[in-house]
């Protein structure tokens, strides 16, 4: 795998040229990330195994591109080389560290024994390695450094508490919302430069709920309404400040929903037809209620409050008296 060349940066006109100017961007960790959540979330066989090859090439792409301390080394990051992110970056690592996580659960579905160990082993490790490499005390918190040599708080350090690694958790929400990256209603990419993107902090605000800081996340969330959505930049969040001159980024809208979604609700599928339901209560939000959710080809309610979760599904209606539960589709029953 040393040999192979990574995805390309980016390509052009519908196939008709590419550009590669910022190198390895974590792109085929990107992929793996993305397309191992979506074929969870589809939970369908003949397309598991028509995207196997893929998933599996990019994976062993990546844990080819272990560094000498066990973490994920690329040319660069999404940003694309706007700011320094050194040979191994957080961003890169965390979601490695997720897909691995989330292919393992998909080579099970299909018999995959072998690499279904294989992608556990390495999650366990690299959740490990994460903790050595990036863990470290940045401006005063003890978050994560973004890249060896860092010594100034980035946005990214909101990465691990989206991939369900919450060791810092305490701290590092604290540094999130830091007048040194956070001013009004904006997270700055780095504490030495006033350049923001929205899509950092619609991270970020998943990340805190997932993290169990409802009320944080609330407060957050309501003012980021406040300010954008509502404000006079609606409808969509914007991509970069000042570079791009806030331009409306109509992707970054999913993000948005997503905070809804796999943050406040706490939904990820953890298996074929089986969804994890993690809903974060607060003073502000002690009820909860979704519907007309599609996921797993399936229309369904959740409902939340403190008495337990509810779904209604196919007119039917399943309880259960656990805060976190995860419900099966398959036997329409509480896990």
Not at 65 to 80: F, H, M, Q, T, Y
Not at 97 to 126: C, F, M, P, T
Request: charged share 25%; net charge negative.
């Amino acid at each position: 795998m040393k040999d192979k060349t990574a995805l390309v940066t980016s390509i052009i006109s519908e196939g008709t040229d590419y550009w590669n100017g910022a190198g390895d961007r974590g792109d085929g960790e990107m992929y793996a990330y993305g397309i191992s959540r979506f074929l969870l979330e589809m939970s369908d066989v003949s397309l598991i195994k028509h995207f196997w090859s893929s998933l599996v090439w990019c994976l062993d792409f990546a844990l080819s591109r272990k560094n000498a301390n066990g973490v994920i080394a690329s040319d660069s990051d999404e940003l694309e080389n706007r700011f320094e992110s050194g040979n191994a970056n957080l961003f890169t690592s965390c979601i490695t560290y997720d897909a691995l996580g989330n292919a393992a659960v998909l080579a099970d579905a299909i018999g995959d024994d072998s690499h279904k160990e294989q992608w556990l082993r390495e999650r366990e490790q690299l959740k490990l390695n994460i903790e050595t490499f990036f863990g470290a005390n940045v401006e005063g918190f003890d978050t994560y450094r973004y890249y060896d040599g860092n010594n100034e708080l980035r946005s990214w350090i909101c990465m691990p508490l989206t991939v369900d690694i919450f060791d810092r958790t305490e701290e590092t929400v604290k540094a999130l919302f830091s007048p040194k990256l956070y001013i009004n209603g904006l997270l700055k990419s780095t504490s030495a430069n006033d350049t923001t993107w929205d899509r950092s902090l619609l991270f970020a605000l998943r990340g805190v709920f997932l993290a169990g800081k409802a009320e944080k996340g609330i407060e957050e969330t309501i003012n980021y309404c406040k300010n954008r959505l509502l404000g006079s930049h609606c409808p969509y969040p914007f991509e970069a400040y000042p570079e791009g001159n806030m331009a409306h980024l109509a992707a970054e809208s999913l993000l948005f929903a997503r905070i809804i979604t796999e943050g406040l609700f706490g939904l990820k599928a953890v298996g074929l037809n089986k969804l994890r339901i993690k809903p974060q209560l607060s003073k502000k939000c002690s009820n909860l209620c979704l519907k007309g959710i599609k996921l797993f080809s399936k229309n369904f309610d959740i409902r939340a409050d403190e008495s337990g979760v509810e779904i209604s599904y196919n007119g039917e209606l399943y309880k259960t008296d656990l805060s976190e539960a995860v419900f099966d589709f398959n036997r329409c029953i509480f896990e």
